[in-house]
């Protein structure tokens, strides 16, 4: 079946450690984002990509990084400076079919990142 | 700048009767399309319904309904006949317009809803 899947489901990071939450979509969108959401709130965009080879700055881009090398991959790595990485991360995508379109953003299940 | 409320941080329902969950949005464009998840507990996030700007109707999806008020900026989900199985959180959502090719949603902080049996 055609879908989202992120990994990993739990994530542990030390400080100063880098690391990569992936995110695999086989829905053939071009567009894609990473959003981040802390208990109890709504989400919040990181970055977000919509076309290969580019990517755009989201709200709360500092401390995170991005790449978008293939249409269906879209990982973010979580840099140590990013202060206050514990939250759960959501990876959508899209299809790019105009500002009117009435397509959603269909959801990975997510990846919930702590500090050790 | 755009901006979803949700001012209903928690709500509770009786099995079988119907719920408002409301949002209210903000935005200078013309041009702009609402969307309903609904996240259980589980996390992850489960697309209800949609209403475009320019859509004269309301949206209905079953047992979903948005009542749409343009000149009052907002978008109630109408859930009918309430069942256990909708207790989760549910998030109003707002797709920029405009010509900055950001498609990215803009989401309200939530509302809990627990349905009673």
């Known amino acids: 079946d055609g879908g989202i899947t992120q990994s990993p489901k739990y994530l542990f990071r030390k400080e100063g450690q880098n690391v990569t939450l992936s995110c695999e979509q086989n829905l053939n969108h071009d567009a894609m984002y990473w959003y981040r959401q802390d208990p109890g709130q709504g989400l919040r965009l990181i970055y977000y990509?919509?076309?290969?080879?580019?990517?755009q700055k989201g709200d709360i881009a500092e401390g995170y990084s991005v790449s978008r090398e293939k249409k269906e991959s879209f990982p973010l790595t979580v840099t140590s400076a990013q202060k206050n990485p514990t939250a759960f991360y959501l990876c959508a995508s899209s299809g790019n079919r105009g500002i009117y379109s009435n397509q959603p953003q269909h959801f990975g299940d997510g990846t919930r990142l702590s500090i050790l | 700048a755009q901006k979803i409320t949700q001012t209903q941080p928690g709500m509770f329902v009786q099995e079988k009767e119907a719920v408002t969950l409301d949002c209210t949005y903000d935005t200078s464009d013309q041009s702009y399309g609402l969307f309903w998840y609904k996240q259980p507990s589980s996390g992850e996030m489960i697309f209800l319904i949609y209403?475009?700007?320019?859509?004269?109707q309301n949206a209905t999806e079953g047992r979903y309904s948005l009542n749409f008020q343009k000149a009052r900026k907002s978008a109630n989900l109408v859930i009918s006949a309430s069942q256990l199985g909708d207790s989760a959180m549910y998030f109003c959502a707002m797709r920029e317009g405009g010509n900055t090719g950001r498609r990215a949603l803009t989401f309200g902080s939530g509302t809990r809803l627990q349905v009673q049996p």
């Open positions: 209403q475009g700007s320019y859509d004269e």
């Open positions: 990509s919509q076309i290969v080879n580019d990517f």
